[in-house]
Structures are given as structure tokens and as C-alpha cells.
């Protein structure tokens, strides 16, 4: 055992090289390897920490908007809702008003129609009534039905004798209207009839197509009349009567 | 029987004679060297370090952590000098397998020189810690009649660096020698694996008590703890 100081010497300079070295060559590239590499993963984790931050914030910013899109949403939503109902309501009112128009139309044209028949009816029956009238007077009792209504006028005025000449007063002419010009054999049967009760008393004799077949007598203040209106009208409650039991009973 | 490679004269340079000691050594630092230099190179922070640069960074790491864990603080310059004692020690023990290398650490001359690198590093880095008065006061701690005693422990520290390397790595040399002439097969395999084990403890313990003393010069000294040798 002995100790070579140049050795020894040698030893400490090849030490001290070797500190250099390593100092050189795998500390210092090491330790500031990871120095480095920390710093970039701090400096990552800082970036990683404002992107969350910043993600955060655009979350937060989305949901906002999101809340108020969602409440636009909701809010015109509500005023489509609104708007259709009101529309909704407005072209109900408007189809109900147009119904009840139409219907009003309708039930007034039913009523036209209706009347326009019945007048129809009431005149064709009227007529038939007339003509059977005076075709069976005609055979039966070879009369004239002008005839007969004038009779039955004689025969009125005979009967409303007292208040006939005193709503007549002091009148001096009497108007014989009829539908249509009465034959001359008529008109002076009941000339005479009239200047019987009344002696002094022109007899005018005028012609109304409007009128319905018979006479009406107009003398002063008092009015007398015989015509078919009544028979027709009986003739028609009695086949209104008559349809509307028709239309219970069926037929066998 | 030579039992220092001092007196293994291998080449002569200029006129100087090269030993086995000194040439293993280069061997060794070159080594390091050039596997520090191979794996260190193109070191880039946003390259992702490969396998073999990690196993540098884990021991280099575990170094610094032992060291910080001993001096109680990061301190790059120690982990300069007692890493590159470490490693230095470490590889040459290890290398000890190797047939035909002698190991530097086998060497008094070399762990004498380790020894004194160690006893020129703690008043370094003790003054450069504390300042010049500063380290000297602590000769005289607790009280100036400690102070020969300071001076002595100083010193033994430095011998009993040096005769505990020397004498684990070339006791273990030697017997392996003499295992080799008596049984040439069996035992110098087993010697050799246990002298792996006690380079590898040895390299250790040395790196660490350098640590301790340097450490030990750097902060004030602590009143409830005394330095002792583990050895």
C-alpha cells in the first residue's frame, strides 16, 4: 500500500476534468432540460388554464344567448300563438258571419220562394177555383158567377140597410170596383139594386186588375165588398193543412 | 503480486509514464463523457426525451434528490461535485467485471485524490456559503479548546474517505486475485458480484459523506445534532 502523489495529483486533475465535463456535458444539458420542459408544461398548463377560462367564458356567453334565444323564441312563440288564435277567432267569426248571412239569405230566399208559391198557389188556385166555380154554375143553374156575386151584393146591401145609409151619409155617387169591366146586364142589375136604396145616388163602375175577383162597393164613408180573397185564403189553409198531414201519413 | 495498478506501467506520453490507474480513469471519464455527449445531444424542451435520456434524467434526478434531501436545499455546485464523485466511483467499481480492467478506485492514489478533492471542497464551499470568517468560527464551536479537535476531525474525515474506498474495492480485487489461483471457476464469479454490491454501497456511502461534510460546512451547525461518521 503506497500512494503515488503524482498519481495522486493526476487523479485530482483528471477529477476536476471530469466535474468539468459532467458539469459540460450531462448536468447542466439535463437539469436545464427539465427546467425547460417544466417550464413548457407550466407554460402549457397556464395556456390549458386561460383556454379553460376563456372556453368558460364562451360558455358562459353561449348560454346567454342561448337563454335568450330560447326566451325570443318562447316570446314570439307566444305571439305566433296569440296571433293565430286571434286569426283563428277572426275567421270563425267571419265563416259564423257569413253562415248567418247565408243562412239569413237563405232562409230569406226559402221565404220568397215560399211566398212567390204561395202567391203562385193562390192565384192558380184562385183561378181554378173561379173557373169550376162558374163552370158548375153555368151547368147547374145556367148562371153567371159575375151574376151571382152581384146578387150577393144586392142581398149585403139589403141586409146593411140602416148602416149602410148612415155611414153613406150624403153622399151623392158610389164606386163599383171590380177586376175586371162586369157585363152591362150586371152593372144595371145592380144600378138598381143601389138607386132602390139609394134614389139619388150615381152608380160608377170601375175596373182594378189588381183587385181579386168580386166587388167592393165604395159609397161615402162606407165600404162594402164580396170577394173570392177569403174562399182562396180557406183553400189554401185547408191544403197547407192538408200537406203538412201529408207529410205524417204514409203512404199504404 | 502487484496489488496497485499505480505500479502498472502501461505507456509513456512525453516522457511521462501513463499507469493503469490514470489510463482507466481517461477510460472511465471518457465514458461518461461520451455517453453524457450521445445522450444529451439535440436536447430539445419540445422533443419528448426517449428512453435512454429518461434513465439519465432518473438517475441525474435521484442524485439531485439525495442531495437536497441531505443539504436540505437545491444546490446545483453540489450536485456538480458529489454527482461526478458518485458516478466516478460507481462506473469504475462497476467496470470491475470487466476482465483486465482495473478498477481506478483500487487505487490509494486515486481515492487519496478523492479524498482530498472532498477535504478542499468543504472550506469552499463552507467560505463560499458563510464567508471566510464565517467557516472558520466553526473550528471553534462550541469553544475555542474544540479547535484542534475540529482540525483533526477535518483531517481524519479525508483519511477515512480514502482507506474506506481503497480498502473495500482492493481488498475485494485482491481476493478475487487469490480466488482465482486457489479456485479459478466458482468463487471469483461470486466475489465479483459481491464486489459489484460493495462498489455500488461504496460509491454511495462516499458520495453521500462528501455530501454531508459539504453540507455540514454550508449551514449553521445544528446544537442537537453532531457530525458522525457512518462509515
Redesign the interface.
Known amino acids: 500500500?503506497?500512494?503515488?502523489?503524482i498519481?495522486?495529483?493526476?487523479?485530482?486533475a483528471?477529477?476536476?476534468?471530469?466535474?468539468w465535463?459532467?458539469?459540460r456535458?450531462?448536468?447542466r444539458?439535463?437539469?436545464?432540460?427539465?427546467d425547460?420542459?417544466e417550464?413548457?408544461i407550466a407554460e402549457r398548463m397556464q395556456v390549458a388554464v386561460r383556454a379553460k377560462e376563456e372556453a368558460n367564458a364562451a360558455e358562459a356567453v353561449f348560454r346567454a344567448q342561448q337563454a335568450a334565444l330560447q326566451s325570443e323564441q318562447a316570446t314570439a312563440t307566444e305571439a305566433l300563438r296569440r296571433q293565430a288564435e286571434e286569426e283563428k277567432d277572426a275567421l270563425l267569426k267571419e265563416v259564423h258571419d257569413r253562415i248567418d248571412r247565408e243562412r239569413t239569405a237563405w232562409a230569406a230566399h226559402l221565404q220568397d220562394e215560399a211566398r212567390s208559391f204561395t202567391a203562385k198557389m193562390h192565384k192558380a188556385g184562385g183561378h181554378a177555383l173561379l173557373e169550376l166555380t162558374r163552370k158548375a154554375l153555368i151547368d147547374l143553374a145556367d148562371e153567371t158567377l159575375e151574376a151571382r156575386i152581384a146578387l150577393h151584393l144586392g142581398k149585403q146591401i139589403a141586409a146593411m140597410d140602416q148602416d149602410l145609409e148612415h155611414a153613406a151619409g150624403a153622399a151623392d155617387d158610389a164606386v163599383i170596383i171590380s177586376h175586371e169591366a162586369l157585363p152591362k146586364p150586371i152593372e144595371k142589375e145592380i144600378t138598381i139594386a143601389l138607386q132602390r136604396r139609394f134614389p139619388k145616388i150615381d152608380v160608377r163602375f170601375e175596373a182594378d186588375p189588381a183587385m181579386a175577383l168580386g166587388l167592393s162597393l165604395r159609397i161615402g164613408g162606407a165600404q162594402l165588398a164580396w170577394t173570392v180573397d177569403t174562399y182562396i185564403d180557406g183553400l189554401d189553409t185547408h191544403m197547407t193543412d192538408q200537406l203538412a198531414a201529408g207529410s205524417e201519413v204514409r203512404p199504404q | 503480486m502487484i496489488?496497485?495498478p499505480?505500479q502498472m506501467i502501461l505507456f509513456v506520453i512525453w516522457g511521462i509514464p501513463i499507469?493503469a490507474?490514470?489510463f482507466y480513469?481517461?477510460i472511465v471519464?471518457a465514458m461518461?463523457?461520451g455517453v453524457?455527449?450521445l445522450l444529451?445531444r439535440n436536447?430539445r424542451?419540445?422533443v419528448p426525451?426517449n428512453r435512454w435520456?429518461t434513465a439519465?434524467?432518473v438517475i441525474?434526478?435521484s442524485i439531485?434528490s439525495q442531495i437536497e434531501e441531505i443539504a436540505q436545499g437545491p444546490s446545483?455546485h453540489l450536485?456538480?461535485?458529489a454527482?461526478?464523485?458518485f458516478?466516478?466511483v460507481a462506473v469504475s467499481n462497476l467496470l470491475l467485471v470487466v476482465p483486465g480492467f482495473e478498477p481506478?478506485t483500487s487505487?490509494?492514489?486515486?481515492t487519496?485524490?478523492?479524498a482530498?478533492?472532498v477535504l478542499v471542497a468543504v472550506p469552499l464551499f463552507g467560505i463560499t456559503s458563510r464567508g471566510l470568517g464565517g467557516y472558520l468560527k466553526t473550528y471553534l464551536q462550541p469553544s475555542f479548546i474544540m479547535l484542534p479537535f475540529n482540525i483533526i476531525s477535518e483531517a481524519s474525515r479525508g483519511i477515512s474517505l480514502a482507506i474506506r474506498l481503497?480498502g473495500n474495492i482492493?481488498s475485494g480485487a485482491v481476493i478475487a486475485a487469490i480466488l482465482l489461483t486457489v479456485a479459478p471457476f466458482f468463487f471469483p464469479v461470486i466475489m465479483d458480484v459481491l464486489g459489484l454490491l460493495t462498489g455500488m454501497i461504496q460509491a454511495y456511502i462516499f458520495a453521500i459523506l462528501a455530501t454531508v461534510y459539504i453540507s455540514s460546512a454550508t449551514k449553521p451547525p445544528h446544537p442537537s445534532t453532531t457530525q458522525k461518521d457512518k462509515s
Open positions: 500500500m503506497s500512494i503515488d502523489w498519481t495522486v495529483a493526476a487523479q485530482l483528471n477529477f476536476l476534468v471530469l466535474v465535463l459532467l458539469k456535458f450531462l448536468y444539458p439535463i437539469l436545464d432540460g427539465i425547460a420542459r417550464a413548457e | 496489488l496497485s499505480d499507469n490507474t490514470i480513469t481517461w471519464m461518461l463523457t453524457s455527449m444529451t436536447l424542451a419540445d426525451p435520456r439519465l434524467e441525474v434526478q439531485q446545483r450536485l456538480y461535485f454527482g461526478t464523485l458516478l466516478f481506478p487505487s490509494l492514489s486515486t487519496t485524490a478523492l482530498l478533492s481503497y482492493m
